[in-house]
């Protein structure tokens, strides 16, 4: 399985190698520089929440990486937890967008349910709590530099589960 440096986020590990995906909707979350505050996940990653997250269907407990930050041609162990208030089923989709630098790599929409098998997970999401543990294998040639990643995540009804961003994730040689 090929993953990309998207891969950095816990949510889009699991997104960038959608095989098909639709046009990206420009009225919701976009990476966008000077935030003017910032909600950090809990755990040791370098996550925040687009907005304070009292209203979203998922209650992130924390986020470990190791290593964090992440490096290229390693493994990266990814372990979540957390809960989910609303049963999330097909439909669900996941605006994803990768920066590098100030150069957008990539910048789709994919359905969730549809790349939750590379999680080991499938649709539907019961309500309930959630233990997610991943390995991802971080390939030697991602380009140095500073990488940006989006994963702002809409249920079925095209309500917000969550949003997650990363910033400032660099790479060196």
Not at 114 to 120: H, I, Q, R, S, T
Not at 141 to 148: E, F, R
Not at 157 to 166: D, G, I, R, S
Request: aromatic share 6%; net charge negative.
């Amino acid at each position: 399985m090929k993953f990309s440096p998207a891969s950095l986020l816990v949510l889009a590990a699991p997104l960038v190698n959608a095989a098909a995906f639709s046009i990206f909707d420009p009225t919701q979350v976009s990476l966008k520089a000077g935030a003017t505050q910032d909600f950090p996940v809990e755990g040791d990653n370098p996550l925040n929440y687009c907005a304070k997250p009292d209203n979203y269907k998922l209650e992130i407990k924390s986020v470990d990486l190791s290593p964090n930050p992440p490096a290229a041609g390693t493994k990266l162990k990814i372990h979540a937890e957390g809960t989910i208030l609303e049963r999330i089923e097909k439909g669900a989709t996941v605006n994803l967008e990768v920066k590098w630098g100030l150069i957008t790599l990539i910048k789709q929409t994919v359905d969730l349910c549809d790349e939750l098998k590379n999680v080991d997970l499938e649709c539907p999401l019961e309500k309930g709590r959630m233990v997610l543990t991943k390995e991802v294998d971080l390939p030697n040639q991602i380009p140095p530099g500073s990488y940006s990643v989006l994963a702002d995540v809409y249920n079925q009804k095209q309500q917000q589960v969550t949003c997650l961003k990363a910033d400032n994730i660099k790479f060196h040689i």
